[in-house]
């Protein structure tokens, strides 16, 4: 038995650092991310039922719509700050950016691929909670050739 799925890509530029990290990546740097967020209907057991009755897993713009408005807006273009970093330069850049006005976005993780996607796939579902959407996979390119990704367990 078959399921249907759909997939929409995103993408936005952020900065941000990883302090204490031994490579190049704890210096102040930015990406341009791609991620890619899967979602289908709770498992109804038969293909046909696994579409709403308009033909459709979800419209791609509701799922823009809801991707864009907790995800992408409050990160594109802005510098990702781990509020709980002990590095006193990453405090002074965040503190200094927002006393400047700019766009600064605290998280409660280190600002990993891995932990982004972590994160967005929890945002997701629970923004989809009282639906019978269900986030498959998110999957996140750090850079061309990088990427992490968190998949749905079944």
């Not at 979602?39 to 038969?46: E, F, M, T």
Request: negative net charge.
């Amino acid at each position: 038995m078959g399921k249907i799925s759909i997939t929409k890509e995103f993408s936005w530029d952020m900065a941000h650092m990883l302090s204490n990290h031994r490579g190049l990546c704890s210096n102040l740097h930015g990406h341009t991310y791609r991620m890619q967020v899967q979602i289908s209907r709770k498992d109804k057991g038969v293909l046909e039922d696994t579409l709403h009755s308009d033909g459709m897993v979800m419209d791609f713009s509701d799922l823009k719509a809801i991707v864009q408005r907790k995800i992408i807006e409050p990160l594109d273009h802005a510098f990702m700050f781990w509020c709980d970093t002990n590095d006193s330069v990453e405090r002074q850049i965040a503190e200094l950016l927002k006393s400047s006005g700019k766009k600064v976005a605290s998280v409660k993780y280190r600002p990993t691929a891995e932990e982004m996607a972590a994160s967005f796939f929890d945002v997701l579902t629970q923004e989809l909670a009282d639906s019978d959407i269900v986030v498959d996979k998110i999957k996140i390119w750090e850079t061309t050739t990088s990427f992490a990704e968190v998949i749905r367990e079944v």
